[in-house]
T-cell receptor
């Protein structure tokens, strides 16, 4: 089955700087890669996603890139703000609505 | 408001005492799923349901049961809880051919 590895497990950046979280997946048949943000005391929420026929997708300050050959995908957050502090999860979609999640990254934005 | 509702938010129990965590969604979603979240392990799927009366095991089903008698409800049952089931549990749903999951707010379970 699919295996998703996420790095780093914790990330601390200064407000205004950029943050990058990286994931790798094992199953070349996976075709959909979402990113979820989990704020304290809440359930994860989808913030951006990318499909395997696209290399990059951007939504304001967040972007996701996908390298199918290397089976890597990354989340990029620019001009970080305090409200970006949260736990972020990557995931790979195996079909039949089965998402396999990474281990999570705790992002802290320092003022 | 479209939402997934889990109850209770917090639960402390003792080993062997049967418990049920309820999950309800108001979006008419076909698909519902339960995950547990543990530090360093991310979200792992326990059970999922593609529709009423259709359920299947996820990656960590041991010690859990589910039922899907109605489309909106998907309760998680721990018949004989053990301390290794202490975790944060999330229910999620999706539908209409969309992969986007909608999560509940979570249930923090402690088994003593």
């Amino acid at each position: 089955g699919e295996n998703v590895e996420q790095h780093p497990s914790t990330l601390s950046v200064q407000e205004g700087d950029s943050a990058v979280i990286k994931c790798t997946y094992s199953d070349s048949a996976s075709n959909y890669f979402p990113w979820y943000k989990q704020e304290l005391g809440k359930g994860p929420q989808l913030i951006i996603d990318i499909r395997s026929n696209v290399g990059e997708k951007k939504d304001q300050r967040i972007a996701v890139t996908l390298n199918k050959t290397a089976k890597h995908f990354s989340l990029h957050i620019t001009e970080t703000q305090p409200e970006d502090s949260a736990v972020y999860f990557c995931a790979a979609f195996q079909g039949a609505q089965k998402l396999v999640f990474g281990q999570g990254t705790r992002l802290t934005i320092n003022p | 408001e479209a939402q997934v509702t889990q109850n209770p938010r917090y639960l402390i129990t003792v080993t062997g005492k049967k418990l049920t965590v309820t999950c309800s969604q108001n979006m008419n979603h076909e698909y519902m799923s339960w995950y547990r979240q543990d530090p360093g392990l991310g979200l792992r799927q326990i059970y999922y349901s593609m529709n009423v009366e259709v359920t299947d095991k996820g990656d960590v089903p041991e010690g859990y049961k589910v039922s899907r008698k109605e489309k909106r409800n998907f309760p998680l049952i721990l018949e004989s809880p053990s301390p290794n089931q202490t975790s944060l549990y999330f229910c999620a749903s999706t539908g209409g051919g969309n992969e986007k999951l909608f999560f509940g707010s979570g249930t923090q379970l402690s088994v003593l």
